[in-house]
């Protein structure tokens, strides 16, 4: 088969090429912009692969995707690219706009030319939506969880983007009959994540002795996946999810943020010596700041669906997950610097100033 991963140079899209590439026999086509967070970096293992192509393209250019489809015939399309941090959604809605729906119509547009010039007789093509768990809204202090069912409620720019995409790709499913699937997925974290989210940035502001920013009083509670279990899960959905379905992917991970930084926190206190003689334990640079705006208090995904319809299930627990992460990090600080330029040096964002 052949995979369309747009975003491929991106976090979950680079995990995803990676996967393909090393763990089946399908070829991947990568198309990406190369966005601040895009690095061709997270490639490297695999860009020799007589199976991997890369398009630097934006996916708001119909005619350049036009002519990819008619280059390439491939079989799925995977939809990853997209402008994510909730922060600098609040800085700049009009990147989100453009990219995470504008950018989601004319790909949409590009598969349904691309299956009505071949008659419709490409049985095996699909369009595989990746989007986020963010376009359900707040579950508050309740015990609930998102389901499949569970009404839109977006509360950020990023999320209400990722919704209106959503809302697309369905109703091209519905109005024109172009195949897909959508899945929505919790937090996702691992190697190779830019460092503006949580995770990264604590563990490389914890290497360098800087503060720890933790947002509010750091309750905010979100289900944590695995980045490369979601791949798996991905692939595993593009190839044998049921045209039409939605599937949740979650981590069954549930973690206050603060006491995600304090994990942290600990597995550094064995991994790596400090040489700060004001501090005792990583512990002791956590810092409360003033919360973000519109902040969501809890995300927790049922993800029954994908393993009793389709068998998938993480396989690593909050616990080996981020001691992997974690020592991946100080093993590749270099990767980090680079990916980092003079716009973003791990700054506060989204401050509604």
Known sequence: ???????????????????LINSTRHS??????????????????????????????????????????????????????????????????SDFIKTNILGSFELLQASRKYLLKNNNKLKNFRF??????????????????????????????????KASSDHLVRAWARTYQLPIIVTNC????????????????????????????VYGNGSQIRDWLYVDDHAKALVHCSLNGINGETYNIGGFNEKRNIDVVKTICKILDKLVPKNNPNIDKYEDLIKFVPDRAGHDIRYAIDASKIKNELGWVPEETFDSGI???IKWYIENTEWCQNIQNGNYMRQRQGLLI
């Not at 630097?56 to 995707?65: F, N």
């Not at 994510?84 to 809605?93: A, F, G, K, L, Q």
């Not at 977006?154 to 209400?160: D, E």
């Open 28 to 93: 991947v086509i990568n198309i990406d912009k190369l966005t601040y967070a895009g690095n061709l970096a997270s490639l490297e293992s695999i860009n020799k692969s007589s199976r991997y192509f890369f398009e630097k393209v934006d996916i708001t250019d119909s005619i350049i995707l036009d002519k990819l489809f008619e280059k390439y015939n491939p079989d799925i399309v995977m939809h990853l690219a997209a402008e994510s941090h909730v922060d600098r959604s609040i800085d700049s809605p």
């Open 323 to 325: 001691e992997k992460t």
């Open 186 to 213: 919790s937090n996702n974290y691992g190697p190779y994540q830019f460092p503006e989210k949580l995770i990264p940035l604590i563990i490389l502001n914890a290497i360098e002795q800087k503060d720890l920013p």
């Open 128 to 161: 595989h939506h990746i989007s986020t768990d963010e376009v359900y809204g707040d579950l508050g202090n309740t015990n609930e969880l998102f389901t499949e069912k569970t009404p839109y409620s977006p509360s950020s720019p990023y999320s209400a983007s």
């Open 1 to 19: 088969m052949k995979f369309f991963v747009t975003g491929g140079a991106g976090f979950i899209g680079s995990a995803v090429i990676r996967y």
